[in-house]
């Protein structure tokens, strides 16, 4: 039981560049989501996903793009990179119980934007 | 809007002292609040939340709605609590309003 993965760990991308974070749980759980963390800022949501086939935006969506074609699966892309993007990036998932249940975190991404 | 305030970016106590973690919240509903723990080099997990009325590790957080605040507590301060912490706020669909954390360094 691998809980939450994210694949890669560590990225460097220049501007305008492309690329996708895959988020993986093997929970079954119904709530998928993408934070990104920066220093002095906390975790903001990005977007999250409240079933397969659904998505929704968060605080700080601008820039990305998300799809939940696969109930295990979260991904998130990043069409043309900017230097402002770089930061770590965390995928949570939980179950679709409402009100309060627990989020289970993925190790992060580092992502740097040169 | 909601809005969840950690004052302390940083905050440094000695092994054995007292320790208090603030978070004061915003929000217009009924408000449940969690506080989330990120050790070094490992995930960031739940370290307890409030309608659980539960005491994780020696730490107790107690909703105080007159004050709007929920804040973290722990009478013995000990080495292995040196960590990043966020108070967090449940807003809607299960999602989550993070504070900005707090870095707790507990001093031998």
């Known amino acids: 039981n691998a809980g939450v993965t994210q694949t890669p760990k560590f990225r460097v991308l220049k501007t305008g560049q492309s690329m996708t974070l895959l988020c993986a749980q093997d929970m079954n759980h119904e709530y998928m989501y993408w934070y990104r963390q920066d220093p002095g800022m906390g975790l903001r949501l990005i977007h999250y996903?409240?079933?397969?086939?659904?998505?929704a935006k968060g605080e700080v969506p601008d820039g990305y793009n998300v799809s939940r074609l696969k109930k295990q699966n979260f991904l998130l892309g990043l069409e043309s990179a900017a230097p402002s993007q770089t930061s770590v990036y965390f995928c949570?998932?939980?179950?679709?119980?409402?009100?309060?249940?627990?989020?289970?975190f993925g190790p992060g991404t580092r992502l740097t934007v040169l | 809007a909601q809005r969840v305030t950690q004052p302390e970016k940083l905050l440094s106590v000695f092994k054995g002292a007292p320790v208090e973690l603030k978070c004061n919240y915003s929000?217009?509903?009924?408000?449940?609040l969690f506080w989330y723990v990120q050790y070094s080099r490992q995930r960031l997990q739940l370290l307890l939340r409030h309608i659980s009325r539960e005491s994780i590790k020696g730490f107790t957080a107690d909703l105080n709605k007159g004050e709007t605040s929920f804040h973290l507590k722990k009478p013995f301060a000990q080495e292995e609590d040196s960590a990043m912490y966020y108070c967090?706020?449940?807003?809607?669909?299960?999602?989550?309003?993070f504070g900005t954390g707090t870095r707790l360094t507990v001093i031998p």
């Open positions: 949570a998932s939980t179950t679709g119980t409402i009100g309060g249940a627990e989020q289970f």
């Open positions: 967090a706020l449940l807003s809607g669909a299960n999602n989550l309003f």
């Open positions: 929000y217009s509903g009924s408000p449940e």
């Open positions: 996903s409240v079933g397969e086939g659904t998505t």
